[in-house]
T-cell receptor, first 113, second 116 residues
Framework: DSGVTQTPKHLITATGQRVTLRCSPR?????VYWYQQSLDQGLQFLIQ???????AKGNILERFSAQQFPDLHSELNLSSLELGDSALYFC????????????FGSGTQLSVL | AQSVTQLGSHVSVSEGALVLLRCNYS??????LFWYVQYPNQGLQLLLK??????LVKGINGFEAEFKKSETSFHLTKPSAHMSDAAEYFC??????????????FGKGTHLIIQP
C-alpha cells in the first residue's frame, strides 16, 4: 500500500459528460501529480501541484483541470468527455517538488462510452 | 525534449533465468533515470533511480541497472527471475531532479512474463 488513495476505482460515463477524480496523497506529502495511462500514449504526465499551487504542467488538455485543496487532497476534473479520454488516471505524491520518489495510487479506470 | 525507448513490449524468461529489460533515453542534459514496476491492479512503485555518482544502481527485489552515458542506456537486470517478478516495468527520464515542466517522461513499458 503506497498510502495514496484514489477514488473511485472505476468510472463509466458517456461522451460529453463531466467527471471528477479524487486523490488523497500520503500523509506529509505536499506534491500531487496526475498521470494518464493509455494503450496508445503510454504514461503521460498531466499536471503537478505543490502545497496548493500549480507547479508544472504537462500534456493536459484544456478540457481538463485540476486543483489541490488546503487539506492537500487533489481533484482532476475532466469535461466534455470523448471516447479517447478512456484511460487509467493515476495520482502520485511526493514530499517535495521533485520526482525523485513518487508514490502512486492504484488509479481510476475511466471508460467513456 | 527528452524521450525514452523501451525495446520489447513483452519479454518472456524462465524462472531462474537472467532478466534483461532494455531502456534507451534521449536527453539534452545529464539525465536522471528511473525504473518503476507496476503489478496487476496496482500503481507504480519505484524500483531504483540514478541521479549522480555510481553508475551501477541497486534497487529493491534484487534488481539493478547501469547507466551508460556512451550508449544512452539504462538497462534493468536481475540475475535470477522469480515468478513474483511478473509485472509491467517502466523506464523514465527527467532532465532535472525537480522534474521540470515535463515531469517524468516514461517509456511505453515492458511486460515481463515468467515461465515456470
Amino acid at each position: 500500500d503506497s498510502g495514496v488513495t484514489q477514488t473511485p476505482k472505476h468510472l463509466i460515463t458517456a461522451t460529453g459528460q463531466r467527471v471528477t477524480l479524487r486523490c488523497s496523497p500520503r500523509s506529509g506529502d505536499l506534491s500531487v501529480y496526475w498521470y494518464q495511462q493509455s494503450l496508445d500514449q503510454g504514461l503521460q504526465f498531466l499536471i503537478q501541484y505543490y502545497n496548493g499551487e500549480e507547479r508544472a504542467k504537462g500534456n493536459i488538455l484544456e478540457r481538463f483541470s485540476a486543483q489541490q485543496f488546503p487539506d492537500l487532497h487533489s481533484e482532476l476534473n475532466l469535461s466534455s468527455l470523448e471516447l479517447g479520454d478512456s484511460a487509467l488516471y493515476f495520482c502520485a505524491s511526493s514530499v517535495g517538488t521533485d520526482h525523485e520518489k513518487l508514490f502512486f495510487g492504484s488509479g481510476t479506470q475511466l471508460s467513456v462510452l | 525534449a527528452q524521450s525514452v525507448t523501451q525495446l520489447g513490449s513483452h519479454v518472456s524468461v524462465s524462472e531462474g533465468a537472467l532478466v534483461l529489460l532494455r531502456c534507451n533515453y534521449s536527453s539534452s542534459v545529464p539525465p536522471y533515470l528511473f525504473w518503476y514496476v507496476q503489478y496487476p491492479n496496482q500503481g507504480l512503485q519505484l524500483l531504483l533511480k540514478y541521479t549522480t555518482g555510481a553508475t551501477l544502481v541497486k534497487g529493491i527485489n534484487g534488481f539493478e541497472a547501469e547507466f551508460k552515458k556512451s550508449e544512452t542506456s539504462f538497462h534493468l537486470t536481475k540475475p535470477s527471475a522469480h515468478m513474483s517478478d511478473a509485472a509491467e516495468y517502466f523506464c523514465a527520464v527527467s532532465d532535472k531532479v525537480g522534474g521540470g515542466a515535463d515531469g517524468l517522461t516514461f517509456g511505453k513499458g515492458t511486460h515481463l512474463i515468467i515461465q515456470p
